[in-house]
């Protein structure tokens, strides 16, 4: 058989058996004398073996590994690993389904798309037109793939239900055209600081050491550049302050280990 005869018999194109040929899948055949591949019985079974090894999902280093085991026995543990594959891309295909599905069961919104727990905060927020609120939502979505997410929004949750968080918003929103030592800043930064739950302290002080020095440095450069002066300012002041809580608490177990004798 030609090249063309033999393509035609299993179903593929002459450019995909030169292509096999090319990888070492399927050897080259003797020439006929007028230069011609001369194809065998053997070559069609083999290119078959070949055609349905792919269907079935494996690449064609995969199959080349199968076809040098005569026995069987890889052909089974490659067969595992790809149905091992398939499965996990079932399963994220089944939930970005469900989160196409939890998108157009609720309205849209500016944010989106973000994560469910993301969605459930920012639709329990209060209704302001501030601009800091709407920077602070900005941040969010920010943070909403990163790890531990969701234990921030829960952590958050709370502050959506308190009339002082508007407050805040709302003189943080005043300094907009004031100078960097404005003597309202130290106070705000103080209680925007003191409304933050504990609970988020560990995370700030995980995520600080998880990341490069450089990329920690160059994203709160980049975070307060993107303030005024003023409100640069006291967002510069609450994060020192919130850094200094974060530090003391990882240091409190220590410092009651030492007051006890014994433990010491």
Wanted: proline fraction near 7%.
């Amino acid at each position: 058989m030609r090249i063309g005869e033999i393509a035609a018999l299993v179903g593929v194109t002459p450019r995909a058996v030169r292509h096999y040929h090319h990888l070492g899948l399927l050897p080259e055949p003797a020439r006929r004398a007028n230069g011609y591949r001369d194809y065998s019985v053997r070559d069609a079974v083999l290119l078959a073996r070949i055609r349905r090894l792919t269907e079935v999902g494996l690449g064609l280093d995969e199959v080349r590994d199968v076809i040098a085991d005569d026995q069987g026995r890889e052909f089974i543990e490659v067969l595992g690993e790809l149905d091992a594959d398939l499965a996990r891309q079932e399963a994220g295909i089944r939930a970005r389904r469900e989160r196409l599905a939890e998108l157009m069961r609720r309205p849209a919104a500016a944010e989106e798309p973000v994560s469910p727990a993301l969605a459930r905060l920012l639709g329990s927020l209060p209704v302001t037109d501030s601009p800091m609120a709407g920077k602070d939502r900005e941040l969010l979505t920010l943070f909403d793939t990163s790890e531990g997410s969701d234990r921030l929004y829960d952590a958050l949750r709370p502050l959506t239900r308190s009339t002082h968080v508007l407050g805040l918003y709302r003189r943080l929103d005043e300094l907009a055209d004031t100078p960097p030592d404005d003597p309202r800043i130290e106070p705000l930064a103080a209680e925007l600081a003191g409304v933050v739950p504990d609970e988020l302290l560990a995370g700030m002080t995980a995520a600080d050491e998880r990341e490069e020095p450089a990329v920690a440095t160059g994203f709160r450069d980049a975070l307060l550049a993107d303030f005024p002066p003023a409100q640069g300012r006291v967002v510069q002041l609450m994060i020192e302050t919130l850094m200094r809580r974060a530090r003391e608490r990882t240091r409190e177990p220590a410092r009651e280990l030492t007051q006890d004798g014994e433990s010491a």
